[in-house]
């Protein structure tokens, strides 16, 4: 999938062609040889056929120029102590990669066919010097045709791809919108094959956390802020396309950040279960739905949790449901769309989602949320009827798997989601009403002690629900004391 390259770069590898360089100069300081001079000359500022013919015509020399030949040093490497030289050979590099594809399996056929290149990403850290934004455009570039060349990568290419995603994570952190896009583009230029992907996941704390949080804040939770958005399917289509995407994202860059995750779902089987367990990928891509302003991005959502879905069935369909998929893609199915992809897509998830949800009870919905560790005020926290037909069927579930989730969710703090601890005081209040017998396996698990601190809590509505729960458990055992 061809892109157009990001603006920011497209804009600085433009200033720097036009720069006239003081070759003679740099020759005589001996930054350069003539012999180096002689080939670089050759192939700047002609046109692209005769640059082409002139590189393929001497593709050793040219390697050589660009790697170092016979022990001797790159160009980039005799022109260290100039930056000008070094910024203008990197652009020009660039544009002969990327035009003729001879030299890339050329330099890719050189024992080290990265080692110029990999030492300047660590030039600086300030993401704006050119030297390593050129150098990182130059390498995606090489290693997207190393990857693609042969289905085992080199070791060569094994280390450097590591590296090149390091810097890049850099630039994903950073606040300028342009930046971003250079590393999501370059990414998507490299996760061509399965072994690519595999090492980017690896590195997902690098490399999937500021992709995430981009698109945390497209869909109108900031960092650090109120996670119960994801789950209240608060924001709406109206809300998208009137207003704007959160966190003031641009439509580019949330498309190539959904670009990015769409060719990490081709390994769903090995991300699937982490990326909602860390990153709540399934309620955040479910209100990314809700927002999203174009078929081409609503293509990439749900491709994504196709793939996703697909390879993770009995984990992420119940995720799939307690986040409220299956009304979502009715409601999309109702607007006018063209896209047969995407409406492929969207026909497959609604025949999965019906085939699961039809065979769910309550019972089983319920076991599903606990589950996932996120609670909601859902249907069946407030039914009498619920809770009188399967209080006793909670406690005994799994041997008490279900309710030892119930107090690991009540152990965290929830800062960021109050919501949470309100709805479990409600279910440990229900459980207590129903099942008495079993209030001390309860308080073996710390349910009574947290209950009665949260009516301490800073939230009123959970000051209300641990109070709620407190009474159940006082009252019984003022019964048990008058008999």
Not at 243 to 261: A, D, K, P
Not at 399 to 409: D, M, N, R, T
Not at 455 to 481: H, I, N, P, Q
Request: negative net charge.
């Amino acid at each position: 999938m061809s892109l157009d390259p990001p603006t920011y770069l497209s804009s600085l590898q433009n200033n720097i062609r036009a720069r006239p360089i003081p070759w003679e100069g740099a020759v005589r300081a001996g930054h350069i040889s003539d012999a180096e001079l002689k080939k670089i000359k050759s192939v700047d500022k002609v046109r692209k056929e005769q640059r082409r013919q002139t590189v393929e015509a001497d593709l050793d020399s040219f390697q050589a120029l660009l790697l170092g030949g016979e022990g001797g040093k790159s160009v980039l490497e005799s022109a260290g102590k100039r930056p000008d030289v070094v910024q203008y050979i990197l652009v020009l590099a660039g544009d002969l990669i990327e035009d003729i594809s001879s030299l890339s399996s050329a330099l890719l056929s050189h024992p080290t066919p990265y080692k110029p290149f990999l030492p300047l990403l660590d030039q600086s850290s300030n993401p704006q010097d050119p030297i390593p934004l050129l150098t990182s455009s130059l390498l995606a570039n090489l290693l997207g045709a190393a990857l693609t060349k042969t289905t085992k990568p080199t070791p060569e290419t094994e280390k450097a791809l590591p590296k090149l995603f390091s810097y890049l994570s850099s630039l994903a952190k950073c606040s300028d919108s342009g930046l971003q896009d250079i590393a999501v583009q370059e990414y998507s230029a490299v996760l061509r094959t399965k072994k690519s992907r595999e090492l980017f996941w690896r590195q997902r704390e690098e490399t999937i956390n500021p992709l995430v949080e981009i698109l945390r804040s497209a869909a109108g939770v900031e960092a650090n802020g109120n996670g119960s958005t994801l789950w209240s399917g608060a924001a709406s289509i109206r809300s998208a396309t009137e207003y704007g995407l959160g966190g003031g994202v641009g439509l580019q860059l949330l498309y190539h950040v959904l670009l990015v995750m769409w060719q990490l779902s081709f390994e769903g089987e090995l991300v699937g279960d982490k990326l909602e367990s860390e990153y709540e990928i399934i309620p955040l891509y479910s209100q990314l739905l809700r927002l999203s302003p174009k078929e081409k991005t609503t293509r990439l959502l749900l491709a994504t949790i196709s793939n996703l879905l697909s390879g993770n069935r009995s984990s992420l369909l119940p995720a799939a449901t307690l986040a409220r998929l299956p009304n979502l893609l009715q409601n999309l199915q109702s607007r006018h769309l063209n896209d047969p992809d995407l409406l492929d897509d969207l026909k497959s998830l609604i025949e999965m989602l019906d085939e699961y949800t039809q065979t769910q009870t309550t019972f089983d919905e319920y076991a599903a949320e606990v589950q996932s560790g996120h609670l909601r005020w859902s249907p069946p926290h407030r039914s009498d009827d619920f809770w009188r037909d399967n209080a006793r069927r909670i406690i005994d579930h799994e041997q008490g798997g279900l309710v030892q989730k119930l107090a690991e969710i009540m152990g965290k703090s929830w800062d960021n989601d109050k919501q949470v601890l309100a709805v479990a005081c409600n279910d440990v209040g229900w459980l207590v009403k129903q099942v008495p017998e079993m209030r001390n396996k309860l308080e073996k698990l710390g349910l009574k002690g947290r209950v009665m601190a949260l009516m301490a809590d800073s939230d009123e509505t959970v000051r209300w629900e641990g109070l709620r729960a407190v009474a159940e458990w006082m009252r019984y055992s003022f019964d048990d004391k008058s008999t």
